[in-house]
């Protein structure tokens, strides 16, 4: 796959003049003990490799580059902090299966090795994390997908072909079934399958961050502004100091493209969470007989919900291209979404509002590999980032000190080429348009 990455002039390749910050606090991470923000780059410094981005992939990148050259010096930046960056703002979901829309029933063998791959990265995970000092609330308490309408059922039906033929475990549960499990009518069928692990994402990336071994360097609040390359090396360069680096891996996903690389193949979504107070004992006795689920849509666009081990439950809907909408409009909907799922809860009020953003690639593929000279890059993971992430991150960081790794193109595919902007605005807004009213039940 030829990737570009909008060249600048001879020597300089990327520039920006700003970087993302988000508009409100993650709710995750404000349920867990403050912070202590790593030092932020403040003096010139050099590497062996520069990862930008500390997220799932740019962690365990870093940590496989140090088992395989431990003599490296290896340094990390990351625009935000810990349990603040997109790494803490998900639902939570670590899958040991391929996503809902990666799911191939035609291509078994090939889903077959993907799953592999998946669920050993989500078993290492889970034994890293496991016995930390911070709680990431990490159990395997497996996932539901549930419908609402008949295009959510139709959906059901083609993930239920793929679990059967991969000769995965499941459960299929009629509206009764899911009323008595999760407290809900809202729903007419669903699947239950154990395939999955529910963690508290701010603890989780603060457990992986805090077991970084020491020899690499790890700088927040440091954003790459430009990257540019001289004779022997590239030259990034942060707002108060500049790394030079003899390589480089881009993992910062959705906003790659803001340092200028592969434009024409991703894009940024931002959708938008909510979590609630603890629930009073009244309210979780209504909620079913599970204690600790996670529920994925039937619809891409649907609704995402969690109910957490400390009683309280969690909404993730909406879709933005490239921009991030108020809290009180994004709180006015998920709320409305949730009490039509629960009439029974009298009064929602929520902790937390905020929002976050996904690697959006036209076909659901990843941007994976060399793009430049000793320039490597994993993004797009389209809402899987946590295993996906982690994944991606170790087998490029083999790949960039040749070794063998899985055909990643062939088992997982490829970003396309999407059009140029308006048409990819213009197209993105259309599509959710016709599929929000097509799917509306689901979200």
């Known amino acids: 796959m030829s990737i570009e990455s909008q060249n600048m002039g001879q020597k300089i390749i990327n520039s920006i003049d700003h970087y993302t910050q988000y508009k409100n606090r993650c709710g995750w991470d404000l349920l867990l003990p403050e912070y202590q923000p790593r030092k932020t780059l403040c003096d010139d410094i050099s590497a062996d490799v520069l990862i930008i981005g500390a997220g799932y992939t740019g962690i365990a990148a870093a940590k496989k580059w140090r088992e395989i050259c431990p003599d490296d010096r290896i340094a990390i930046i990351d625009a935000s902090v810990s349990g603040e960056n997109n790494s803490g703002r998900n639902s939570g979901f670590l899958l040991e299966v391929s996503l809902a829309n990666d799911a191939d029933a035609e291509q078994i063998n090939r889903m077959n090795e993907c799953n592999l791959l998946i669920a050993k990265s989500a078993q290492k995970i889970f034994n890293e994390v496991k016995d930390s000092a911070i709680d990431c609330q990490i159990h395997r308490a497996g996932t539901y997908r549930a419908a609402a309408s008949e295009l959510g059922k139709k959906s059901l039906r083609d993930y239920e072909n793929f679990l059967k033929k991969s000769g995965l475990e499941y459960d299929k549960l009629n509206k009764d079934q899911l009323h008595e499990k999760l407290g809900t009518n809202y729903y007419s069928e669903g699947l239950y399958n154990p395939h999955c692990y529910l963690a508290q994402p701010a603890a989780l990336i603060r457990v992986l961050i805090d077991k970084l071994p020491k020899s690499i360097d790890l700088y927040e609040n440091t954003p790459a502004l430009s990257i540019k390359q001289d004779e022997k090396s590239w030259l990034i360069i942060t707002p108060k100091a500049t790394i030079r ?107 937390s509002v905020w929002g976050g953003t996904t690697g959006f690639t036209f076909n659901g593929g990843p941007i994976w590999g060399e793009i430049e000279n000793n320039i490597y890059i994993s993004a797009g993971c389209n809402g899987g980032g946590i295993v996906k992430g982690t994944l991606f991150g170790e087998l490029l960081a083999m790949s960039a000190n040749q070794i063998k790794v899985p055909e990643i193109k062939n088992l997982f595919g490829s970003a396309s080429r999407m059009p140029p902007e308006p048409f990819r605005k213009i197209g993105f807004k259309l599509i959710s348009m016709i599929e929000s009213k097509r799917a509306k039940k689901e979200i």
């Open 245 to 351: 680096s003899k390589k480089i891996v881009i993992a910062n996903n959705a906003f790659c493209a803001k340092l200028g690389f592969v434009r024409s193949y991703i894009s940024p979504i931002y959708t938008y969470a909510a979590i609630t107070e603890p629930l009073q004992e009244n309210e979780l006795f209504t909620l079913g007989t599970e204690t600790n689920w996670g529920i994925l849509p039937a619809h891409r666009l649907g609704s995402t919900l969690r109910l957490t081990i400390d009683g309280r439950l969690m909404i993730r809907s909406l879709y933005d291209y490239g921009y991030e909408r108020n809290n009180v409009d994004a709180s006015r909907q998920l709320r409305k979404s949730l009490k039509f799922r629960f009439p029974q809860l009298t009064n929602i009020n929520f902790e």
